[in-house]
C-alpha cells in the first residue's frame, strides 16, 4: 500500500464513523471531555494542513485562516485557539463546511505524496495516521456519549459490537521476580511516550487472564461497594459522594434490572461482558474489595503476551511519568504527551473502539482517575 492510499484509507474511516449521525448529532458537547464530531472531523484534518501542507508543499494555499483559532486543539506553539469547552458553541463552520474542508486538503495531500518525501515529512505524516486514528476512537466514544446521555437512548449502529468474540480462558498467570526490558522496541511506529527502553525490577506476581465482568462487578454494587468508603481512596470516595455514583457509566437500574447504553441501544446487562466505562477510583474500590490490586503498566507489559487484550482499556496503578532518557521533540511536535505528565493514569491494551492496526503492548493512554467515558476496564493482580 502506497502512502498516499493509507492516507485515503485512514482519512475514509473517520467519516464511516459518522455515516450513522443525523446533522444535529455533529454540533453537541455534553461535558468538556467530549468534543462535537464535527470538530474532529476538521481538527485532524487541520493537522495535516498544518503541519504537512503549509510548511512543506510549495504554493500550498490555507483554506481558512481562522480555521487555525477554531481546530488548534492544545499546541501552544502553533497560536491561538477556541478554548475546548466551547467547541460545542461553535454552529459554523457547518457541517458541509468540514466535509468540504476535508475534501480540499485531502486532494492537497495525495497531491503532495505524489513527489519525493523527505524523511522528516514520512515521519511526520506517520504520526498523522496515527494521531487521526486516536481521534477515531474519540470520535466512536464520543458519540456514545452525545447519544447516551439523550433520553431517549438512540441507536448509533444495531449491529455494533462493544464485546470481542474471542473466547477467554480463566485463572491466573504466574509471573516470577526478576528484572525486565520495558519500552518499545523496533523500527516501526511508536509514540515518544514509549521511549526509551529501560530495564525495570518486578516481585513476584500473579495476572488474572480475563478483565473483571459485569457479573462480577454487579456482586460488587450488591454487596454495598458504592456505599462502603473502605474501599476507595478518600478522592475517589469524595467523587462518589459529590457525583452520585451508584454505577458504572451508561448502567442504568428500570424496574429492578439493570439496563446498559450500547451504541446498539438501551439492552439488558451481559453478565458475562468486560465492565465497561469504570474509573480509575471504581476499578481500585472494586480490587480492594477482592482483597487484590490493579497491575503496575510494568506488570502488565510483561505479562500481556500470555492473555487476550484489546477488548478495554485496563486502568493500571502507575502515573503517567517520563521513562528514563525520554526528551520532547522541538516545536509544536513535542507538545503531543510530555506536557501531560502530571495527575494521570496509565491505561494498557486497546478496546472495541480502538482502530485496526492502532494498538501495541507498549502502547501507553492516559487519563485522569474520574473520567470513565472511554471503554476502560479492569484487570486483577494478587
Not at 487484550?309 to 509544536?332: C, D, I, N, Q, V
Not at 472495541?352 to 492516559?366: G, L
Amino acid at each position: 500500500m502506497t502512502l498516499a492510499e493509507e492516507y485515503l484509507q485512514i482519512r475514509k474511516y473517520s467519516e464511516q464513523v459518522c455515516e450513522p449521525l443525523q446533522t444535529e448529532d455533529y454540533v453537541v458537547q455534553p461535558v468538556v471531555d467530549v468534543s462535537p464530531p464535527k470538530w474532529h472531523l476538521g481538527h485532524t484534518t487541520w493537522f495535516f494542513e498544518t503541519f504537512i501542507l503549509k510548511p512543506f508543499s510549495v504554493n500550498y494555499q490555507v483554506y481558512n485562516n481562522d480555521y487555525n483559532f477554531v481546530f488548534n486543539s492544545y499546541y501552544e506553539t502553533v497560536g491561538n485557539r477556541v478554548i475546548r469547552t466551547d467547541r460545542g458553541n461553535l454552529s459554523r463552520p457547518s457541517v458541509n463546511e468540514i466535509y468540504q474542508y476535508r475534501a480540499y486538503v485531502d486532494e492537497a495531500m495525495v497531491s503532495f505524496l505524489s513527489t519525493t518525501l523527505n524523511d522528516e515529512v514520512k515521519e511526520l505524516l506517520i504520526l498523522g495516521f496515527n494521531h487521526e486514528q486516536q481521534h477515531q476512537e474519540l470520535l466512536l466514544t464520543d458519540i456514545k456519549y452525545i447519544l447516551g446521555n439523550n433520553p431517549l437512548f438512540p441507536v448509533y449502529a444495531k449491529d455494533k459490537k462493544e464485546v470481542l468474540a474471542s473466547e477467554n480462558e480463566s485463572g491466573w498467570i504466574d509471573i516470577p521476580g526478576g528484572i525486565y526490558q520495558i519500552g518499545y522496541e523496533g523500527t516501526g511506529f511508536s509514540f515518544d511516550n514509549e521511549l526509551n527502553r529501560h530495564q525495570v525490577y518486578l516481585h513476584d506476581f500473579s495476572i488474572s487472564k480475563t478483565l473483571v465482568s459485569n457479573a462480577e462487578f454487579l456482586a460488587f454494587i450488591h454487596a454495598g461497594g458504592y456505599e462502603n468508603f473502605n474501599y476507595w481512596h478518600a478522592e475517589g470516595w469524595d467523587w462518589v459522594k459529590s457525583n452520585h455514583i451508584i454505577s458504572p457509566m451508561y448502567w442504568h437500574l428500570i424496574d429492578g434490572e439493570w439496563f446498559n447504553y450500547t451504541l446498539g441501544g438501551l439492552l439488558p446487562i451481559a453478565p458475562n461482558a468486560a465492565v465497561s466505562h469504570i474509573s480509575y477510583y471504581e476499578a481500585y474500590a472494586y480490587a480492594s474489595w477482592k482483597g487484590m490490586r490493579l497491575p503496575t503498566e510494568f506488570e502488565w507489559e510483561v505479562a500481556a503476551k500470555n492473555f487476550n487484550w484489546g477488548e478495554r482499556w485496563e486502568w493500571t496503578e502507575s502515573a503517567y511519568l517520563p521513562y528514563p532518557g525520554f526528551s520532547k521533540a522541538p516545536g509544536a511536535i513535542g507538545e503531543y504527551n510530555g506536557k501531560f505528565m502530571v495527575n494521570q493514569k496509565v491505561l494498557r491494551g486497546a478496546s472495541v473502539a480502538t482502530p485496526q492496526n492502532h494498538s501495541r503492548i507498549t502502547y501507553r493512554n492516559f487519563f485522569h482517575p474520574h473520567l470513565r467515558w472511554q471503554y476502560t476496564g479492569i484487570r486483577l493482580v494478587k
